[in-house]
């Protein structure tokens, strides 16, 4: 392969299949990796629109599954190089802590954060070996707020938060760049069938269940404001052909103003505001 190859976990929908295909029309050959490959045709559609379709290479890979990591470590041998990652793979677990079971928890981490590091072991090496890349890891203004009825889903976006912290300090002396984005609302699917709801929490017995129905309704409301998520595949593009170099990166419709009040306020106030919102 001639042109820079990207790799891109969780590519079928949302950010990863708006990525792969920005990345393609980047120049870059994309290794477009997803669970089932039988959901490749919206990916696969949008691409030959957009007359990237040879650029693509689609691989089958589920990022929980032992075996499925072991044979893609094994296609990544077939590659000459390997210039970025991108960490797209996930989903959101609602429900309210104490009726989320700890199954649910541990499917919630094996996805958003046991998954991101199988992969990012499997490439480090080749990264390592040719002195240059770039991982990518998406993450969530969750990984740096707390919200009630989440508490899954932020508590791995703020765990993988940490490990992007930590992995950059330990691979930049190697010359590979790590970048945490910290997306805010935007019109994917994570919020529709991406989300998965203990049931538990939505059961009209469940203590917590008028909670349940105030933070849907908020999220259903707020829907209609969430960003183009194509905002989000166009800054990944900018960081992985080196335009952009910095570690973090907020984006989305008030993430930077809500990160910064949240650094400035006492807890007690701050909390106080979160509650009015979903009041």
């Not at 590091?117 to 740096?144: D, F």
Request: proline share 3%.
């Amino acid at each position: 392969m001639n042109h820079k190859v990207a790799i891109v976990t969780g590519s079928n929908s949302g950010f990863g299949l708006l990525t792969t295909v920005e990345l393609a029309k980047s120049g870059f050959r994309v290794i477009a990796t997803m669970r089932d490959t039988a959901r490749k045709e919206e990916l696969l559609k949008r691409a030959s629109f957009l007359h990237v379709e040879d650029r693509i290479f689609i691989q089958e890979l589920d990022v929980t599954s032992a075996s499925s990591l072991e044979s893609f470590k094994e296609f990544l041998k077939s590659l000459d190089r390997i210039d970025v990652l991108v960490n797209n793979a996930g989903f959101a677990q609602g429900g309210f802590l104490e009726e989320v079971c700890l199954e649910e928890f541990r499917q919630q981490f094996e996805t958003n954060v046991f998954g991101v590091i199988g992969v990012s072991q499997l490439l480090l090496p080749y990264m390592r070996m040719q002195g240059s890349g770039r991982i990518i890891n998406i993450g969530s203004i969750s990984g740096r707020i707390g919200f009630p009825g989440l508490s899954p889903y932020v508590s791995s976006k703020h765990a993988l938060a940490g490990l992007s912290e930590s992995l950059r300090l330990e691979v930049k002396p190697f010359g590979i760049d790590v970048h945490l984005i910290e997306a805010g609302s935007y019109q994917t699917n994570i919020w529709t069938t991406g989300k998965k709801i203990t049931e538990r929490s939505l059961h009209s017995t469940s203590p917590y269940h008028a909670q349940m129905k105030k933070l849907n309704a908020h999220l259903v409301e707020a829907g209609a404001k969430y960003g183009d998520p194509r905002k989000v595949s166009d800054l990944v593009a900018r960081i992985a052909t080196g335009r952009s170099r910095r570690f973090r990166y907020a984006i989305g419709k008030g993430t930077g103003v809500t990160i910064l009040i949240k650094s400035l306020l006492p807890w007690k106030v701050f909390e106080r505001i979160m509650l009015h919102i979903l009041r």
